[in-house]
């Protein structure tokens, strides 16, 4: 197991008290004792400072970078969890900004930052069809209470998933947009609840509603079905009864959470009445992000205690800079710009680059057109 230091920030977030410098967690775990020190970020305002969010720095063993940074997002997850639920002041998971290993006397430590603040000017994404939108609106209208109140509520479950960036918190949109459809599945494909059965007398009784609506319409109507609803019905029953940890579930829950946000469209649609319900182009799921960097490589210097200069953690300044921008004739944009970083070093710690990396929502494509390394004594090099 290698050390690392995640140093991650939240926005908008409580207020710490004003005499209060650092305040410190201790978790213990096999390894040993996982620290997280959490700091005032403040941001000065007519010569106040105001605290304008906090910091989290947080000390843990891991196997890899990658590892580090999912066990610091999971742990401070938590955290703001419990400071939501103290306050009532609702706050995002905290994004990861720098992570780096702190491992004594190695050669070579892994190093990443990520870059949130890149200055791009984000278009609208998707183009709605405004027959469809018709159709959808006019088909709803057209229905009879409360049969409107249960769509109208699968369609704010779905547009909620669409929207929060968690993926276990989009999967539980979905499956209770789902629920909310359940009575009219079950009215619609002819099935009752499960009944419960008594082992001695066989005498049968509902004991409260089932989701076998949706366990018909999963099965019957989508492909792959029975497998897919045994597969997001134990999901749901793993996420909401915690009956396994959410860290070991996050692979099968980012495999089945658009293949379940799908199922509540088509579901949907097959309630209204539209005839191509199976067919309908169904859009994956958009959620805007800001256009964002990593730069990963290795620190190369001896005292893990001084990475960085004059006390501070290493990183890199980036600046970005738009030079063309190009409308084409679907609607989406073309922009070719300029990055620059700069390396804050201490004297004696070089670095390593391995990999420059920049992302956009999931239909933004790109490609780095070159790279050059300039040295403190003015030289350059392609890398």
Aim: glycine share 6%.
């Amino acid at each position: 197991m290698k050390t690392f230091i995640v140093i991650l920030s939240t926005k908008l977030a409580v207020r710490m008290p004003r005499n209060l410098g650092t305040l410190e967690l201790n978790f213990p775990e096999p390894e040993g004792f996982t620290k997280v020190l959490i700091n005032k970020i403040e941001e000065d305002t007519a010569g106040t400072p105001i605290q304008t969010g906090l910091q989290f720095r947080v000390f843990l063993y891991a196997e890899n970078i990658k590892d580090a940074i999912d066990s610091a997002k999971s742990l401070t997850d938590g955290i703001v969890s419990f400071m939501t639920l103290i306050t009532g002041r609702g706050m995002e998971i905290p994004r990861e900004e720098v992570a780096y290993e702190l491992t004594p006397k190695v050669q070579e430590r892994d190093f990443l930052q990520v870059f949130y603040d890149i200055q791009i000017k984000a278009p609208s994404r998707r183009q709605v069809d405004p027959q469809n939108l018709i159709d959808f609106i006019d088909k709803q209208s057209k229905l009879e209470r409360p049969f409107v109140e249960h769509i109208a509520r699968a369609v704010r479950w779905y547009r909620l998933g669409a929207t929060v960036t968690d993926i276990f918190d989009q999967f539980n949109c979905f499956w209770i947009g789902l629920e909310a459809l359940n009575p009219l599945l079950q009215q619609k494909l002819s099935v009752k609840d499960d009944p419960l059965v008594c082992p001695k007398c066989k005498h049968e009784w509902t004991a409260i509603p089932t989701v076998s609506g949706i366990r018909a319409f999963v099965q019957d109507k989508m492909n792959e079905g029975r497998d897919l609803y045994q597969n997001i019905r134990q999901l749901r029953i793993d996420i909401m009864h915690s009956t396994k940890e959410l860290k070991g579930l996050r692979e099968l829950v980012s495999t089945y959470t658009p293949k379940i946000g799908e199922v509540l469209f088509r579901a949907i649609c097959y309630l209204l009445g539209f005839e191509n319900w199976e067919t309908m182009q169904h859009g994956a799921i958009l959620r805007e992000f800001p256009m964002r960097g990593e730069l990963q490589g290795y620190l190369i210097g001896d005292d893990p205690s001084s990475l960085g200069p004059d006390g501070q953690d290493p990183h890199f300044e980036l600046r970005h800079q738009i030079k063309e921008t190009k409308l084409e004739e679907n609607g989406s944009i073309s922009y070719i710009g300029e990055t620059s970083l700069t390396a804050h070093l201490n004297t004696d710690v070089k670095f390593s680059p391995k990999e420059i990396r920049f992302y956009g929502d999931s239909e933004t494509r790109g490609a780095i057109i070159r790279k050059i390394l300039h040295t403190a004594d003015g030289k350059e090099k392609p890398i």
